[in-house]
């Protein structure tokens, strides 16, 4: 049996959406893209949505409607994926690295209280794997000291705290669909925001700072418009929301399916020594976007031992993620490597993500467990 680490959940009603769109006149911001975001807002719970090219650019475009530039100073967790953290390096901004919880692998709200000063001006969050982060804590830090919060919620399409979904409690979230992620367009992503102004501000960046933009001209049958801002060609066409939109209606079954794999995954797993599934919290929910476990010191092989051991026996894992403050771009320029983050260096070694996707059955999940036995 040949397991992959993931694979797409693709229908032949997402390929009839997609062939339908080639219909169109618009090939670009047109009616699919609107559908898509305001199915997004009703989800979510947010006044706006802004359909963009990827997760990276909704979380650069977040950064940069806040107006963070040279001097400035935001949080963002070491255990994450590099766009997290390049979002901000975009804007000249400094990344500030902060710790991760133990069992979650969120980020730290002590942590984050550790590391706040007069520079800074944001905090972005990471809801890892599918499970939220305490937002109580973090969104009462960000009160006090007049933080803006960004929630990269390339993992939690879905995800909810207290029955808040993610991507409604931060000044902006950020979406990914990615292949590997909760729906995919192939590349894609969506800005989800309350805040009209920084809306606006998010559409103009979005389509290289345009204040009008060409439907628009046509329609009035005016052609002048305006460059407001130094943008970018960040948009989202037709045919990728075209599939996004059609994968959207069964984001529900997606989560639910992806649920039920993990409970069979955590009924198996918990019955042998030395691993760890995934820890869950009372006040939220988990959609295991990743399944995450830890290989303990007590387990017969290693993490590299065992992922090799498993990629012998056909079937992908994947490591997620080398902290940040250890890859070679960060550790040279920030020096990192000197300050100590205690969690992330320990999961580094120990965490694995297995495979996990909508249409896995109970028989690979009993295969990929046999051989962790």
């Not at 967790?77 to 390096?89: G, I, R, S």
């Not at 499970?131 to 879905?158: F, N, P, V």
Request: aromatic share 10%.
């Amino acid at each position: 049996m040949k397991i992959p680490y993931f694979t797409p959940w693709l229908t032949k009603e997402d390929g009839k959406n997609i062939l339908k769109t080639l219909n169109q006149r618009w090939l670009t911001n047109g009616p699919n893209l609107k559908k898509f975001e305001n199915k997004f807002c009703s989800l979510i719970g947010s006044k706006f949505a802004i359909g963009v090219g990827s997760a990276t650019h909704a979380l650069h475009l977040s950064v940069k409607s806040l107006g963070i530039g040279p001097g400035d100073e935001v949080i963002v967790p070491t255990f994450t994926f590099a766009a997290t953290a390049n979002a901000v390096e975009y804007c000249g901004a400094k990344t500030i690295f902060a710790d991760v919880e133990q069992d979650t692998f969120n980020i730290s709200p002590k942590e984050i209280q550790r590391k706040i000063t007069k520079k800074t001006k944001a905090i972005i969050v990471v809801h890892y794997g599918g499970q939220a982060c305490d937002m109580d804590k973090i969104i009462s830090i960000s009160k006090k000291r007049g933080l803006k919060i960004i929630e990269d919620c390339a993992h939690a399409l879905g995800s909810t705290f207290k029955n808040k979904k993610c991507g409604s409690m931060g000044i902006t979230g950020c979406f990914s669909f990615y292949p590997t992620k909760i729906i995919t367009t192939g590349e894609g992503g969506m800005v989800t925001s309350s805040n009209s102004r920084i809306s606006h501000k998010i559409c103009m960046l979005k389509s290289q700072g345009m204040n009008v933009l060409p439907s628009e001209r046509e329609k009035k049958g005016k052609w002048r418009y305006d460059i407001e801002d130094l943008g970018f060609n960040y948009r989202l066409d037709e045919i990728r929301a075209a599939l996004g939109l059609s994968q959207f209606r069964r984001v529900k079954e997606i989560n639910r399916r992806r649920i039920n794999i993990a409970k069979k995954y955590n009924s198996l797993i918990k019955k042998i020594p030395g691993l760890s599934i995934p820890a869950t919290k009372s006040d939220r929910n988990h959609i295991y976007h990743l399944y995450s476990i830890k290989i303990e010191k007590n387990y017969n092989l290693t993490r590299d031992q065992l992922i090799q051991k498993l990629h012998k026996n056909n079937i992908g894992t994947s490591v997620q993620y080398y902290p940040l403050h250890l890859m070679s771009y960060f550790e040279k320029k920030y020096h990192y490597k000197k300050l100590q983050f205690p969690n992330a260096n320990i999961l580094k070694d120990k965490i694995l993500c297995l495979p996990i996707f909508p249409t896995m059955t109970e028989k690979q999940v009993k295969f990929v467990v046999s051989k962790l036995s």
